[in-house]
């Protein structure tokens, strides 16, 4: 079981960790065109007040599980303090400093503070990115 928390509150509650290839979704979700709704008490928050946020920096991103591959498919793990711990130390190199649009048609994250493509990723995601992007040029010129 994962454990999702609610830090404005204190709350906690746990979240089944699966095992299998399908893709459930919880009936209603947690963001429909009116807001977002806690996923542990279930209170409403418009999206006024989750942009404010953004724009404040004061998201981020919680680890919540692991995906392993296997001989049998993908199982899911639960993440644990020291997992989370290793993920908030990830260093990126050589991160382009480049700016999203002000405006673009289905692309609005600038509105929660997302202004630099960079602000799109994880630090572990940034990592694999920007070492995919050194290596990757060195794997072409070995064929």
């Known amino acids: ?11 906690a509650v746990k979240a089944p ?18 807001g977002a709704r806690r996923l542990v008490c279930g209170t409403a928050v418009p999206f006024d007040h989750v942009r404010a ?23 899911y793990l639960e993440s644990s303090t020291p997992h989370e711990q290793i993920a908030a130390t990830a260093q990126p190199q050589n991160v382009p ?14 509105a929660y503070g997302m202004t630099r493509h960079r602000d799109l990723f994880t630090l572990r995601q940034l990592v694999a990115l920007t070492t995919l992007t050194i290596h990757g040029s060195e794997a072409f010129e070995l064929r």
């Open 17 to 34: 960790t699966v095992q299998g290839a399908g893709r459930r979704r919880r009936a209603g979700g947690t963001v429909n065109r009116k």
């Open 97 to 110: 400093e480049t700016y999203l649009p002000e405006k673009a048609l289905s692309f609005r994250v600038q």
């Open 1 to 11: 079981m994962a454990r999702l928390e609610d830090l404005t509150r204190g709350a």
């Open 53 to 75: 946020e953004g724009r404040a920096g004061r998201m981020g991103a919680q680890p919540m599980a692991m995906v392993a591959g296997t001989s049998r498919g993908r199982v």
